[in-house]
């Protein structure tokens, strides 16, 4: 047996044996089939009512962005709702789509293959990172790029550099400015700038189609909607800046509370190839987590606030996550898999704790619970002699 | 890893995002308002559908502005696009005529979930079309026919005779089979107006009869086929998808096996045409089942409709 996951020390999921593991793994395989079998109308209208929010809230906002743009309530308005749009094309369209979520329409508007994003990453290299490397190596440090990005240490398990002290302010400009770093991400920039194992002119090479694309986005929002509104350029420009902002600080929130939570566990380099299908899906289920909300809320964040559910079923329509996430809820008790669900706040508060944490060595660690152990018993007993 | 060198933005997608993509921001408006009114798509209006018998129906299309009736050669077809729960599906049917303003008449038989639906439409739906395409049109010149023809087969024939017999003088014989006589009127009052035109009819229920057919296939014969098979004999061989995470094993064409195995891939007419179920085949070997080409090559373009595999095999969908 080559369960991935050693149980990590502090996972609080429950040892299972090999015919347990094919038991649980049929049974989620037949959660996925009857929910695939069933596709169809309602899916279909679902995704392209989506489609038209997207499309009416941004002739919208840029509408009032190009003539009503130095009417600052007007600016805010209009930025607010373009980042609104943004967001949903990313998360619930664009995102959903490009897993192929929809291919099964057959209509060539929606099909994952072809399909852009109005973001800076190119839709190949998102497939390439996103769909190949995170959905099939998920949480394997070394292995899985999400894990920090190379740039933050969000596990344990992850080997400890000086430049790690830095983990809080960077994750906060990595909010700021996500859709960069995503775009860059199959580019691999640490390894010209860390490890030196790689050069810039082998960089420039590789980034020939985010070169276009990176192109693209910057005129489309920097230079054609400004000069299209004339007098109107600046709060154009401003509007569009910011609404970006709003996408990139949203979407890397939804995607930081799916997989660097206090719970969601992290595993070491092994051979996923020997890895069998059932054990695949409760290494997923283990590595991710949800965080609850209104129907709302799930929209805005793709239904990533389904983590689980997404990580088992990458090309099931997204709007069935919040049907199944109750059956495979059920799933994981009745097995003792630890199923990683909190709401919004408590999960991404518990994300800062553990880049906090993660920002020193482990053994630092170690030292600074202990003296926090020692400075808490030191109060206890001060209070209890006062008392 | 460096496929990203070959990246295009999708200029020509379907997203008014892009002030490139006017047109289709436009196209997408103006569907909204009227269904055929897009500058781009081809749509077509039911204008009018009869029974030939009771499960054979003549189908009268109105297209807008965008179909090319003018590139049309008898015996194309064309791609027929309605969707059904959700699903665009989509086949291909014989053109029987293209009348002179622009209108295309279909004959279809009903037979599967797609020709059932298409023959109920009410009059005044919107259905989408392709161009016109395919090449089983007539050798120019047009030597000495002989179309042999069974069933809904004569739609495809029955456009090729209506243009051999004005186009030659040549002699043309016709063979058909048939159980319910559609268009045997028609083809009655062409061999009487064309007398090089033989015509020779065998109505199957009436005449419950063996033919010995004395002819000569050679290179001479062109022939359509609207489906093909997978050769049952070959072993299962393990297919792997690689952006869906799914395996299964695949014994008839990939298309099929994904579907038995519960995934529901992009696909179209189901019989290569289309170009809907194309994908990268990123490892493995596998045979055309049109052309029986065998493919070992890393990275090539398949069409899970018509492919067969023959060695495990890696897709990237």
Redesign the interface.
């Known amino acids: 047996m080559n369960m991935p996951a050693a149980l990590h020390p502090n996972s609080k999921s429950k040892y299972l044996t090999e015919a347990q593991i094919q038991e649980f793994g049929a049974r989620v395989e037949a959660i996925r089939r009857e929910v695939m079998d069933d596709l169809g109308e309602i899916d279909a209208q679902y995704i392209y009512k989506i489609r038209n929010f997207v499309r009416y809230s941004e002739i919208a906002s840029r509408g009032m962005l190009m003539f009503g743009g130095w009417i600052p309530p007007v600016w805010l308005l209009g930025t607010g709702l373009l980042g609104l749009s943004k967001i949903v094309e990313n998360m619930e369209l664009g995102h959903n789509v490009m897993h192929g979520q929809f291919d099964w329409m057959n209509d060539p508007t929606l099909n994952g293959a072809s399909y852009d994003w109005d973001t800076i990453a190119t839709g190949d290299d998102w497939k390439y990172t996103h769909n190949y490397i995170h959905h099939t190596y998920t949480n394997i440090v070394d292995k899985d790029h999400d894990v920090g990005y190379s740039l933050l240490r969000v596990s344990e398990v992850q080997k400890w550099e000086p430049r790690f002290l830095m983990n809080i302010p960077l994750a906060i400009q990595l909010m700021v400015f996500f859709e960069w770093y995503v775009g860059l991400q199959r580019l691999h920039l640490e390894d010209v700038l860390v490890y030196k194992t790689k050069t810039w002119k082998q960089v420039w090479d590789e980034a020939a189609g985010l070169r276009k694309k990176m192109r693209r986005q910057v005129v489309k929002d920097y230079v054609f909607f400004p000069l299209l509104a004339g007098p109107n350029a600046i709060p154009v420009f401003a509007g569009n800046a910011v609404a970006n902002v709003i996408r990139s600080l949203w979407a890397s929130a939804v995607i930081f509370n799916g997989h660097f939570t206090e719970d969601a566990e992290n595993f070491e380099a092994d051979n996923t190839e020997n890895e069998s299908r059932a054990e695949w899906y409760i290494r997923q289920i283990r590595g991710s987590s949800n965080f609850s909300g209104t129907q709302w809320l799930h929209i805005l964040s793709g239904n990533l606030s389904h983590q689980i559910e997404h990580h088992l079923f990458p090309d099931m329509p997204a709007n069935r996550y919040a049907e199944v996430a109750p059956k495979i809820k059920a799933l994981c008790a009745e097995y003792g898999i630890h199923y990683n669900e909190a709401n919004f706040t408590q999960q991404f508060s518990s994300v800062w704790v553990r880049l906090a944490k993660c920002s020193l060595p482990n053994h630092w660690q170690d030292k600074i619970g202990q003296g926090s152990n020692l400075i808490r018993t030191g109060l206890a007993q001060l209070k209890a002699k006062f008392q | ?10 200029w020509i ?7 490139i993509d006017f047109i289709d921001f436009i196209d ?1 408006i103006a569907e909204k308002i009227n269904p055929v009114w897009p500058l781009k798509k081809v749509k077509a209006c039911v204008v009018e559908i009869q029974a030939l018998s009771p499960d054979f129906y003549k189908i009268h299309l109105r297209p807008n502005q965008n179909f090319q009736a003018q590139r049309f050669q008898a015996g194309q077809s064309i791609l027929v696009t309605l ?1 059904m ?6 086949r291909s049917y014989s053109i029987v005529t293209l009348l002179d303003n622009g209108d295309v008449i279909l004959a279809i038989k009903r037979q599967g979930k797609m020709s059932n639906a298409l023959t109920q439409l009410p009059a005044g739906a919107v259905v989408e079309l392709s161009q016109p395409q395919g090449n089983f049109v007539l050798p120019a010149p047009v030597p000495s026919l002989c179309f042999i023809a069974s069933g809904s087969g004569i739609t495809a024939i029955y456009s090729l005779l209506q243009k051999a017999v004005v186009s030659s003088t040549q002699p043309i014989d016709l063979l058909y089979f048939t159980r319910d006589d559609a268009f045997h009127a028609e083809i009655k009052t062409l061999a009487l107006m064309y007398p090089y035109f033989k015509y020779h009819h065998f109505n199957t229920v009436e005449q419950h009869q063996h033919l010995c057919q004395q002819l000569d296939l050679s290179e001479q014969f062109h022939s359509e086929y609207f489906q093909m098979t997978a050769d049952e004999n070959l072993e299962a061989q393990p297919v792997q998808f ?6 299964f094993q695949a014994n008839s064409n990939l298309l099929d096996s994904a579907e038995a195995a ?7 007419c189901r019989m290569g045409i289309c170009n ?1 179920c194309s ?1 990268t085949k990123v490892s493995g070997s596998v045979r055309n089942l049109l052309t029986g080409e065998i493919d070992h090559n890393h990275n090539t373009q398949i069409k899970l409709c018509v492919t067969q595999a023959i060695s495990p095999v890696v897709i990237n ?1």
């Open positions: 890893m460096s496929t990203s060198v070959e990246y295009k933005p999708e997608r379907e997203d008014f995002i892009d002030f997408f969707a729960n959700g699903v665009r599906q989509q690689l952006r869906s995470q799914q395996d519960g995934l529901r891939p992009a696909h179209g809907t994908c969908l």
